[in-house]
């Protein structure tokens, strides 16, 4: 693994007037929920960090970010990391195969395992665009 990159745990990253955020969905299909360190125009003070509501519409852009990679030969995401390896999830689509390589089930068709840093291939960071108009809800 290139030791240029870091595994991050999945998120979502807004940009907003000239700016970038970190961000989460909201509650409704449009909001988007963003989150500073410091005081900006905006923003609400709320248990150490600011907060600020927002439509998608508002927004230059919107995507999830996320570390993946290869194990055993199989797609895997990094969940996170600590002095005992890598905490990953499988994300191909064979239970026998994540079972095989030692994946323990977490929850159905869910799996996940703790490997050392160096049996992980391919990491990168992916950068999945989140459109800035909400899918419409079938009826």
């Known amino acids: 693994m290139s ?19 970190a ?3 909201g509650a409704e299909p449009d909001e988007v929920v963003l989150f500073s360190e410091e005081a900006a125009e905006g ?10 509501a ?4 508002e927004l230059a852009w919107l995507v999830m970010v996320r570390t993946v990679g290869a194990f055993g030969g ?8 600590d002095e005992d390896g890598l905490h ?18 977490v929850d159905h068709g ?15 960071i992916e950068r999945v665009p989140v459109p800035l108009t909400p899918a419409k809800s079938e009826p």
């Open 3 to 21: 030791t240029q990159i870091e595994p991050i745990a999945s998120g979502f990253v807004a940009h907003l007037g000239g700016r970038t955020y």
């Open 23 to 25: 961000a989460a969905l």
């Open 43 to 52: 923003f609400t003070a709320v248990s150490g960090y600011w907060r600020r």
């Open 54 to 57: 927002v439509s998608r519409g």
């Open 74 to 81: 199989e797609p895997c995401v990094v969940l996170d990391e």
């Open 88 to 105: 990953i999830a499988y994300t191909g689509h064979s239970g026998m195969k994540a079972e095989a390589l030692g994946y323990w089930m």
């Open 110 to 124: 869910a799996y996940e395992v703790v490997v050392p840093r160096e049996e992980v291939f391919s990491i990168r």
